[in-house]
């Protein structure tokens, strides 16, 4: 089967900018008190269940902190560089390539799923099938956390992250719509928080979801 075109431009960005991607979004990450606070949530409501996969990792500091705080997470991501920034600064843990429309775990395995700043880049069109996949890996009562950022459009990427070339779309995501996403996949919202960001035009979304201890 052929790849979607954005899971292509997606990994040949990320890859082009992983290193400076660390070092840039590591200091920003310590001082998100906010978010850090949500996952904090997060983890308190999952170490009992055992944990989960971050999807779209990244460089690893968000697997890296919820293990931290005694989760068994690991880390998956569709860009090989991202993978190895990640194995090289978080050795010990778990990190593999991959994508989050196609997770490896089995149907109801996972006590939590986090998406932090990942399913950015996937268009609308396919994000239902990328939340049915959540739904199928989550146990029954398991929980999802989601970063986003918020809006209703679709921007280009050019450049980032120390003026590497990127080529890749960015969705500002209307929270209302994420909610629905989540809802129609089986999924009940228990949380949304909106924040301003000094550092960005659009506030931020956080999302925490929980599937349904009978389904
Ligand atoms: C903005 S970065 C966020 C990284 C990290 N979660 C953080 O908070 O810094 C988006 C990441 O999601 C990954 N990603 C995007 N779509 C993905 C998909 N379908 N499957 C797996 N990873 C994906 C990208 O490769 C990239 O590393």
């Known amino acids: 089967m052929t790849e979607p075109s954005h899971l292509r431009e997606t990994r040949t960005s990320y890859d082009t900018v992983a290193v400076d991607y660390a070092e840039i979004v590591r200091p920003a990450f310590e001082s998100d008190l906010l978010g850090r606070a949500m996952l904090g ?20 500091h968000v697997t890296a902190h919820l293990c931290s705080l005694g989760l ?35 149907d109801g395995e996972l006590g939590g799923v986090v998406a932090w700043y990942s399913i950015i880049h996937t268009p609308p ?20 956390l989601l970063g986003f950022h918020t809006g209703d459009e679709r921007r280009r990427k050019n450049s980032g992250y120390g003026g590497h070339e990127m080529s890749l779309d960015v969705y500002l ?40 201890a009978n389904s």
């Open 72 to 106: 068994t997470a690991f880390g998956v991501d569709l860009s090989p560089g991202m993978i190895e920034v990640a194995r090289r600064d978080h050795p010990g843990l778990r990190f593999d390539i991959g994508t989050m429309t196609a997770l490896e775990p089995a």
């Open 41 to 60: 949530a997060f983890a308190e409501l999952v170490r009992s269940a055992g944990g989960g996969p971050v999807v779209g990792c990244g460089p690893g």
């Open 125 to 144: 069109d396919a994000l239902p099938a990328v939340f049915a996949e959540f739904h199928r890996v989550l146990a029954p009562g398991g929980h999802l």
């Open 173 to 212: 995501l209307p929270p209302d719509r994420i909610a629905e996403l989540a809802t129609c996949a089986g999924l009940v919202v228990h949380v949304r928080l909106i924040r301003q960001s000094e550092n960005t035009r659009s506030p931020h979304a956080c999302l925490l979801v929980r599937k349904p």
